[in-house]
């Protein structure tokens, strides 16, 4: 396929995962006035969501839009132009091999996931090119709650891809009136900024659940994307992709918000609650974030503090005692 036939009106759409955001991308693409398939592993889920027009689980209170096509074949929503691969992380590997023989041939990949697999480092579009060689990754990210989105909210992300030229094609084939969407060539910058906030958040949460303060709340997000920035750089990220949507403009989001699943697992910590049984992505990235900063040799003592709560290595009290102990230095 080639890029100019992926603004065709005829162009196809189809989304792995029917999760909430599986499930609010479904709808915007139906917005353009596309056909979209929408693939869930479990067939009670895909009646559920054929006969109530209703993801109740992951997405309560939203209509399903008539074009979306809820299926339990994955050849039905790999056969497409644009596929949408909205699962966790951590998954994205083994959903990525399964696809790859009803993938066509040239067809757009966008990782929709943030994240970093854990046993390998690799970030989401690595996975994608090294599972479906015959596809085309790209990466869909930034300051986005499926709830905002699925509501018609005004929301803007970032479509990466190595071709600025694809990416900008991307973008115009989803846009909406609501659901704006710039476009970028820098894949990883907008990937490290996606996996690397979640992390963050949990360590804003923390902070939120000890009540140590929004003076406190404000230093953490500062220095959380002094950490991000320096990753980032590493990876020869540019810095307006760093400042923008995908990294600053989503730190923002989910560190400052009790919608953020990653916030909310972190105040449920700081504050003593039982953990809340949803997917936040922080927890399994932590670990992978931190390898790749110690390969880089970048300096990550907020992640770092994240990672030995999790782990048990650390109590909150703790890892906030090890924070407020470092050196003065230079602010950089
Ligand atoms: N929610 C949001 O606001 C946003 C989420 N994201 C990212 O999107 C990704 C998905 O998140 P989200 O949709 O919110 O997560 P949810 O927890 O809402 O849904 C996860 C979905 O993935 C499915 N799933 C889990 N494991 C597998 C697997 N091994 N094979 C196939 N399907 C699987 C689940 O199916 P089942 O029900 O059968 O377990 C479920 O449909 C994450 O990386 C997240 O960071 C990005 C931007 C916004
Ligand atoms: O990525 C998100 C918003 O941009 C969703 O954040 P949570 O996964 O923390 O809910």
Known sequence: MTVKNVLDSATTVGVIGAGAWGTALANVAARTGR?????????EQV?????LRENRRYLADIRLADTVAPTADLARAADNDLVLLVVPAQSLRSVAAELRVHVRGGATLISCAKGIERDTLMLPTQVLAEEIP???PAVLSGPSFASDVASGLPTAVTVAASSLEHARCIGAALASATFRI???DDVAGVEIGGAAKNVMAIAA???AGRGLGASAGAALVARSFAELRRLGKAFGARPETLMGLSGLGDLILTAGS????????GHAIGSGLPLPDVLAE???TARGLLALAAQHNV????ASAVEAVLSGRASPDHAVELLLDRPLRAEN
């Open 134 to 136: 015959e596809g085309r």
């Open 35 to 43: 056909s979209v398939a929408l693939w869930a592993r479990r067939a």
């Open 299 to 302: 300096d990550m003592p907020i």
């Open 205 to 207: 949460g923390i902070a």
């Open 282 to 284: 922080g927890a399994f």
């Open 182 to 184: 710039y476009h970028s």
């Open 258 to 265: 009790p919608q953020s699943r990653n916030f909310a697992l």
């Open 47 to 51: 009646a559920e969501l054929t006969n």
